[in-house]
C-alpha cells in the first residue's frame, strides 16, 4: 500500500512539474524564444571554426538567417505579451526594443536587419565574407545580449 501511495505522490507531482512547464510554455514568446535558443546554439557551432570552405560559410549564412528571424519574431512575440499589438514587422520591433531597454545598441541590429537582406546575394563572394565577418565581429554578440535578456524576462 505504501509502495502504491508513494508512486502516486511522484506520478502527481510530475504531474504538477508538467503543468507549470506546459503554462510558462503556453506564452508564444517564450515557445519561439526556445526555438531562437537552438538557433543561437547552432550558430555558437559554426563559429568555432575559424576557417570555413565555401558550402560552411554558407551554412554560416544560413545559421545567422534563422537566429536573426526567431530573434526579432521573439521579440515581436514578447512586445505582443507586453501589449504591443500594432507593431509588426523587423524594424519597427527592433525600434521598440531599443526604445524599451530590450536591446542596448538599435544602430547595430539596424545593420544586422540589412546584412539580412543582403543575404540573399550570397552568391557574392565578397558579401558572403562581408556578412560572415559581421557575423563574427557583431551579430553574434548582438544575439548573445538578447539570449541572456530574454532569460532574465522569462524569469520574471
Request: net charge negative; with cysteine; charged share 30%.
Amino acid at each position: 500500500m505504501k509502495i502504491v501511495l508513494w508512486n502516486i505522490l511522484i506520478f502527481t507531482t510530475e504531474i504538477e512539474k508538467g503543468m507549470n512547464e506546459n503554462a510558462n510554455q503556453d506564452i508564444r514568446w517564450i515557445q519561439r524564444f526556445v526555438s531562437f535558443k537552438k538557433a543561437f546554439d547552432q550558430l555558437q557551432r559554426f563559429l568555432e571554426y575559424k576557417e570555413l570552405n565555401e558550402m560552411e560559410a554558407q551554412g554560416l549564412i544560413k545559421a545567422f538567417e534563422y537566429t536573426y528571424e526567431l530573434s526579432w519574431k521573439t521579440l515581436q512575440d514578447l512586445l505582443k505579451e507586453k501589449g504591443y499589438h500594432e507593431i509588426i514587422g523587423p524594424k519597427p520591433v527592433i525600434e521598440q526594443c531599443f526604445a524599451d531597454g530590450l536591446i542596448k545598441n538599435g544602430k547595430a541590429w539596424l545593420i544586422m536587419h540589412q546584412s539580412r537582406n543582403l543575404t540573399s546575394h550570397t552568391y557574392d563572394k565578397e558579401t558572403v565574407q562581408d556578412i560572415n565577418h559581421e557575423i563574427r565581429n557583431t551579430f553574434f554578440n548582438l544575439f548573445k545580449e538578447l539570449r541572456d535578456k530574454l532569460e532574465e524576462e522569462r524569469q520574471k
